[in-house]
C-alpha cells in the first residue's frame, strides 16, 4: 500500500466522522419516530460551545463534553415544542437550525481568529507501530475510535437490547406501544437528546479536529449531509457508516481527480458525491420489502396519549 | 430624525423617546453604510472590510457612525438592503462582493446625492467608485517564494472558483514561481466554496497526498494552513496574517488591507472632494500587504521576495511582463510588454506551468 | 400538573388568538434577549415590525420577498398533505430559472411579445423536469424523495455556477461570472411605479386561490388528501399513488421554476451564480407554519418575510449583528410553533 493511498484514506476517515456522529444520532431519533431536522443547528451549537470550552479551560475532554451537553441542550428546546407542546416536527426543527446558526454566531464572536492545538491522536503502543495497519487503524484520535465504538453501541442497542425494542416499537406505532404501557413521549425525549448529544459530537468534532478553530456557519451544510445519510442508512447503524464513508470517500477522490488534472469542469467534479449517493441508493432501494422492514412507520408524527 | 421621531412616537414608551431624542442632540455625524456577503465572523474577506470599516471609526470618532449588513445575499435582497441603507441618511455605502455591482448601479441612480464605492466591479458612473487590489502582486511576491522554496517542484493551489480575480492569482504566482524555478508547477483545485473550512482543508490534503509540499489558497478560512502545519508542509495565508493557526507553516501572507482606502475616501466624501474614479490599487499604495515572514524562511528567498516586492512597488518590476507563454508554450505577450489592465480584468486562461485545464 | 387534553374540533377564536398570543411572547423574550444585549427594546421592536413596513416601498417590498415563499409554499404544502415529501424546492427554483433564463438569452434583444410567456413556459418546465428525478426514482424503484430532492439541490447549484461561468456567461463581462442582464422585453412588468413589485406577487396570490380551490373543491384535491391520511385509500377516488405522487412533485416543482423565474426576471434582472437566499428551504417552515393551508401559507409568508426586512433593518438602525437577528428570528418561529398547541388543545390542571 502507497504512501498516497494511505494518506488518502486518513483523509477520509475525517471527512467522515463528523457526519457518522451526527447522522447516528439522526438514526435513533427517526428509529423513535421523531425528524428532527435541526441536526445543521444542533452541530454548530455544539461546534462552538466545544471550542469556547476547550479554548478556555485548555481541555479538550471538556470541550468534547461541552459540545455534547450543548447539543443535548438544543434537542431539548426541539423535544419540548414538538412532543409536550405538539408542534410540526418539520417546521421545528428547521426553525432549530435558524436558531442554532445565530445562537452559535453570537457566542463565537469572540472566538473568530483564535487557533487550538486540536485533539492529539492516541498512539496505541505497540498497534500504532504496526506497519500501515497502524497508522490507518490504531493511530487516530479519540472520537474517530468513538465514532465506531458508538455504532457498533447503538447496533446492538437497536437490535439486541429491550430497551432497543421499546424505541422501535415507539416508532413503529406509538398507538400500539402506548397501549402496551411504554412512556412513548419519554422514550421520545430520551432519543431526541441523545440525537443532539450526537449532533454535538459531530461539531465538536469539526472544531476540535477536523478544522481546530470556530467560524461561522463552519459545518457548512453537514447537517444536512447527515439527515440524508440516515435516509440512504434504510435506518440501519452498519450501512450508515458506509454511506458517511462512501460520501466522504467521493468527496476526497474528486479533489484528487482534479489535482491529477482531470480535464472535467470543477463544478461537475463536485457533483459526484451527490449523484453517487442517488445511484447508489436506488440499486439498495429496489427491494421494497425492506424499506418497508424498516422504516419507522410513525415517524414525523405527532404523539398524544388522548389522540 | 424629526420624521423618524413622529414616527415612532405614538407606538413607544417615553424611555426609548428620550434616548433617541439625547442621541439626536448631537451633531449629525458622517454615516458610512458596508454591506457585506458574509459573516463578519468569517476571519477571511468580510473580516477584513470590517476591520477597514471599524478604522473609521478610529480615525474620525464621533465624526462618522458607521454600519454594517452582513450576510446579504447577492441576489434580490442585495438592491433592497443597499437603497435602505440610502435612504437612511448614509452618505456614504460601500457594497463590498462583485455580485452587488448591478443593484449598486440601480439605487445609485435614484440617490444621486448618495456615494457608493463597489468593490471588485467595473462598472462606474458619477456617483458609483469601482475600487479593488492587486493581489495578483502578492501573489507574485509569494510565487517567488514558493519557487525557490519547493523541494518536490509541485506547488498546491486551491481555489474558490474559477473567476478572472482567481485565474489572475494563479498566473501571477506561476509566472513568478517560473522565474525562479523552471521546473516547478502548480496543481489547482477548485472547492466551489468561498468559504467552507473542511472542503478546504481536503483540498489541501489531496494536494499534500499528491506531491505538493507548499500550499497557497484562495478561499477564505485558515483550515489549508492548519493542515499544512500539521502536515509539516509550507504555505501561505489568504486576507489576513494566519499565523496564529500555522506558526510554522505559514511563510508570510496576503492582507486585505482596506483600511487606508476607506479613511480616504470617507475623508474625501466629507469635504466635498470625492469623485468617481476607479482604484485597482497594490503593494505600493498599501492595499495589499505582508506580515513579518515566518522564522522559517532563508534569507536568500527573503532577499528574492523583497526585490520582487521593491520592483513592483517601484514599476520596474510587472507580475505579467512579457514574453509570457500559455499553457501550449506559445507566446500570447512579446518580451517587453506589459499586460494591459483589460486583459487582466477578464483573464480566462492559463500561462504555462500550471497543470490541467482551466474549467469553462 | 398541567396537561393537554384535546379538543374534539380545532378551535377558530384560537386560530385567531394563538398567533397574537405567539407575538406577545416574543415580546417578552425579546424583552430579555434584547436586555441582555443592552438594545432597546422598544426601539428593537419598532424596527423588526414596523419600521419595514412603514412605507408603500416597504410594503412593496414585503410583497417581494414573500411572494416566492407563497407560490412554493401552497405547493409544497399539497404535496406534504400527500405525504410526498420534496424538500429540494431549492433546486427546483434554480433550474427553473435556468431554463427561463436561457429562453431571455436566446431571444436577447428580440423585441416580442411572446418572450416572456415563453420563458414562464419554459420555468415551469425547468422546475418540472428537476422534479420529475425523484418522482421516477420514487415511483420506479422506490427511492425515498427526500433524499433524491435535498441532492438534487447540491447538484443544481452546482450547475448553476457552471453555467454561468461557462455556456451562460455574459460574452462582454469581462468573464466575470454572471450572465447579460436581460433585454426589457424580458423583464417582469412592474405593477407599482417605484417599488419592485411585480407580477409574481398578483401571481402568489392566484396560486394561493388555485391551491384552495384545488385542494377543497377538486377531486383531485380530496385523492391528495386522503392519500395522506391512508395511502390505499386514494386509489378510490380513482388516483393510484404513484399518479399522485408524480401530481405532488410535479406541482412543487412546477410551482418552485416558475418562483426562480420571478427572481430573475424580476427584481434581480440577470443569472447569477446564487439567486435565491433559500426560499426553497424558507417555503418548507411556511408550508408547516400555515399549516398546510393556502391561506395559512399566505400569512406565514408574510411574517416570514417580514422577520427577513426586520433583521436588516436592526442590523442598520441598532447596529444588531445578524446573529441576535437569528436566534431572534428563531424564537419567533418557536413560539408561534408553540402556540398551535392551543388550537387542538385544551390546558388543564390535572
Known amino acids: 500500500m502507497n504512501e498516497t493511498l494511505m494518506l488518502t484514506v486518513l483523509t477520509i476517515i475525517t471527512a467522515a466522522t463528523p457526519l457518522v456522529y451526527a447522522a447516528l444520532g439522526e438514526l435513533v431519533v427517526e428509529r423513535a419516530g421523531v425528524l428532527n431536522l435541526g441536526v445543521e443547528g444542533m452541530m454548530l451549537g455544539g461546534a462552538v460551545c466545544s471550542f469556547a470550552v476547550a479554548h478556555y479551560s485548555g481541555s479538550a475532554t471538556l470541550g468534547i463534553v461541552a459540545g455534547l451537553l450543548a447539543g443535548m441542550l438544543l434537542a431539548l428546546i426541539f423535544a419540548f415544542l414538538t412532543l409536550s407542546l405538539q408542534s410540526s416536527q418539520v417546521a421545528t426543527g428547521l426553525a432549530l437550525t435558524i436558531f442554532g446558526i445565530g445562537i452559535s454566531a453570537l457566542i463565537g464572536q469572540s472566538l473568530v481568529g483564535i487557533a487550538f492545538a486540536g485533539l492529539p491522536a492516541l498512539h496505541i503502543p505497540w498497534l500504532s507501530d504496526l506497519p500501515i495497519v497502524g497508522r490507518l487503524l490504531f493511530s487516530h484520535d479519540v472520537l474517530v475510535y468513538g465514532s465506531f465504538l458508538m455504532v457498533a453501541l447503538v447496533a446492538w442497542f437497536l437490535n439486541r437490547t429491550r430497551a432497543g425494542l421499546v424505541l422501535r416499537a415507539v416508532g413503529d406505532s406509538h398507538h400500539a406501544a402506548h397501549a402496551l404501557g411504554i412512556r412513548v413521549v419519554r422514550v421520545r425525549y430520551l432519543a431526541t437528546l441523545f440525537g443532539g448529544a450526537c449532533a454535538g459530537l459531530g461539531g465538536a468534532y469539526l472544531s476540535l479536529v477536523y478544522t481546530p478553530m470556530w467560524s461561522e456557519n463552519m459545518s457548512a451544510g453537514r447537517g444536512w449531509i447527515a439527515l440524508a445519510l440516515v435516509v440512504f442508512s434504510v435506518w440501519q447503524p452498519g450501512r450508515l457508516l458506509l454511506g458517511a464513508y462512501l460520501f466522504g470517500g467521493i468527496s476526497i477522490l474528486q479533489l484528487h481527480g482534479q489535482a491529477l488534472g482531470i480535464n472535467v469542469p470543477s463544478q461537475l467534479m463536485s457533483m459526484l458525491p451527490y449523484l453517487t449517493t442517488i445511484l447508489v441508493l436506488v440499486l439498495i432501494s429496489r427491494d421494497r420489502g425492506r424499506i418497508r422492514r424498516n422504516a419507522p412507520a410513525s415517524i414525523g408524527q405527532a404523539f398524544h396519549p388522548t389522540t | 430624525m424629526s420624521v423618524y421621531l413622529k414616527r415612532m412616537g405614538v407606538v413607544l414608551g417615553a424611555a426609548v423617546l428620550s434616548a433617541v431624542a439625547l442621541s439626536a442632540q448631537a451633531a449629525d455625524p458622517f454615516k458610512v453604510g458596508f454591506i457585506y456577503v458574509g459573516p463578519v465572523g468569517d476571519h477571511g474577506w468580510t473580516y477584513r472590510h470590517d476591520v477597514g470599516r471599524k478604522a473609521l471609526e478610529t480615525e474620525f470618532g464621533e465624526g462618522v457612525e458607521t454600519t454594517f449588513v452582513e450576510s446579504v445575499p447577492e441576489g434580490a435582497d442585495a438592491e433592497r438592503v443597499i437603497r435602505k441603507l440610502a435612504s437612511s441618511g448614509h452618505n456614504l455605502i460601500f457594497t463590498t462582493s462583485f455580485g452587488f455591482m448591478n443593484p449598486t448601479l440601480k439605487v445609485a441612480k435614484d440617490f444621486p446625492d448618495v456615494k457608493f464605492e463597489h468593490a471588485t466591479g467595473y462598472k462606474r458612473t458619477d456617483n458609483v467608485s469601482t475600487y479593488g487590489a492587486r493581489f495578483y502582486e502578492g501573489r507574485a511576491v509569494i510565487g517567488t517564494m514558493a519557487g525557490m522554496m519547493t523541494k518536490s517542484n509541485i506547488v498546491g493551489y486551491i481555489g474558490s472558483f474559477p473567476i478572472p480575480e482567481v485565474v489572475r492569482g494563479i498566473n501571477a504566482f506561476t509566472i513568478a514561481m517560473r522565474k525562479v524555478n523552471p521546473d516547478a508547477e502548480v496543481k489547482v483545485v477548485w472547492v466551489n466554496s468561498w468559504y467552507d473550512p473542511g472542503k478546504e482543508a481536503d483540498a489541501a490534503k489531496a494536494l499534500i497526498d499528491q506531491g505538493a509540499d507548499i500550499i497557497t489558497q484562495h478561499t477564505d478560512s485558515p483550515a489549508p494552513l492548519q493542515v499544512a502545519e500539521e502536515r509539516g508542509v509550507y504555505g501561505f495565508g489568504q486576507a489576513s496574517d494566519m499565523s496564529a493557526f500555522a506558526p510554522k507553516s505559514q511563510l508570510t501572507s496576503i492582507i486585505d488591507n482596506w483600511d487606508a482606502y476607506y479613511v480616504d475616501r470617507t475623508r474625501a466624501a466629507m469635504d466635498g472632494s470625492w469623485a468617481s474614479m476607479d482604484t485597482w490599487g497594490g503593494i505600493k499604495s498599501g492595499m495589499v500587504s505582508f506580515p513579518e515572514y515566518s522564522a522559517d524562511v532563508p534569507d536568500d528567498v527573503k532577499e528574492a521576495a523583497e526585490v520582487v516586492r521593491d520592483g513592483i512597488i517601484g514599476g520596474t518590476l510587472h507580475p505579467f511582463q512579457g514574453p509570457v507563454l500559455n499553457q501550449a508554450g506559445e507566446e500570447i505577450l512579446p518580451a517587453g510588454e506589459v499586460m494591459d489592465d483589460g486583459t487582466l480584468l477578464g483573464m480566462n486562461f492559463y500561462v504555462q506551468g500550471v497543470q490541467g485545464d482551466l474549467p469553462k | ?350
Open chain 3, 1 to 350: 400538573m398541567i396537561a393537554l387534553q384535546r379538543r374534539a374540533d380545532p378551535s377558530r377564536l384560537m386560530g385567531y388568538l394563538a398567533p397574537l398570543l405567539a407575538l406577545l411572547i416574543t415580546l417578552l423574550a425579546g424583552l430579555i434577549l434584547f436586555a441582555i444585549l443592552g438594545v432597546p427594546v422598544g426601539a428593537a421592536f419598532y424596527s423588526f415590525f414596523v419600521e419595514p413596513v412603514s412605507n408603500l416601498y416597504g410594503v412593496a417590498e414585503l410583497a417581494v420577498k414573500a411572494a416566492p415563499l407563497v407560490i412554493i409554499g401552497v405547493a409544497l404544502s399539497i404535496g406534504f398533505r400527500a405525504q410526498v415529501w420534496n424538500i429540494g424546492a431549492e433546486g427546483q427554483l434554480i433550474l427553473g430559472a435556468i431554463t427561463g433564463a436561457a429562453v431571455a438569452l436566446l431571444f436577447y434583444e428580440v423585441d416580442v411579445w411572446y418572450v416572456l410567456p415563453l420563458m414562464m413556459l419554459a420555468s415551469v418546465a425547468g422546475g418540472m423536469a428537476w422534479a420529475a428525478i425523484p418522482a421516477l426514482l420514487k415511483t420506479r424503484f422506490n427511492v425515498n424523495e427526500i433524499l433524491t430532492s435535498l441532492m438534487l439541490t447540491y447538484v443544481a447549484v452546482l450547475l448553476l455556477s457552471w453555467l454561468v461561468s461557462g455556456p451562460m456567461r455574459d460574452p462582454d463581462g469581462f468573464n466575470f461570472p454572471e450572465s447579460r442582464l436581460f433585454h426589457d422585453a424580458a423583464l417582469l412588468p412592474r405593477i407599482l411605479d417605484g417599488t419592485r413589485l411585480h407580477l409574481g406577487a398578483v401571481v402568489a396570490l392566484g396560486v394561493v386561490v388555485a391551491g384552495w380551490v384545488l385542494l377543497s373543491r377538486t377531486l383531485l384535491g380530496f385523492a391528495l388528501r386522503v392519500n395522506g391520511a391512508a395511502p390505499r385509500a386514494g386509489a378510490h377516488a380513482g388516483f393510484n399513488q404513484s399518479k399522485l405522487i408524480w401530481i405532488a412533485l410535479l406541482l412543487g416543482g412546477g410551482c418552485a421554476g416558475l418562483a426562480g423565474l420571478f427572481e430573475v426576471a424580476g427584481p434581480i434582472g440577470q443569472l447569477l451564480p446564487s439567486i435565491s437566499p433559500g426560499y426553497g428551504f424558507t417555503a418548507i417552515i411556511v408550508a408547516f407554519l400555515g399549516r398546510l393551508h393556502p391561506v395559512g401559507v399566505l400569512f406565514a409568508s408574510l411574517v416570514m418575510a417580514l422577520s427577513y426586512l426586520g433583521g436588516e433593518t436592526a442590523q442598520i438602525t441598532l447596529n444588531l449583528p445578524l446573529a441576535v437577528t437569528g436566534v431572534f428570528q428563531g424564537m419567533l418561529l418557536f413560539f408561534l410553533l408553540a402556540t398551535d398547541v392551543l388550537i387542538n388543545y385544551r390546558v388543564v390542571l390535572k
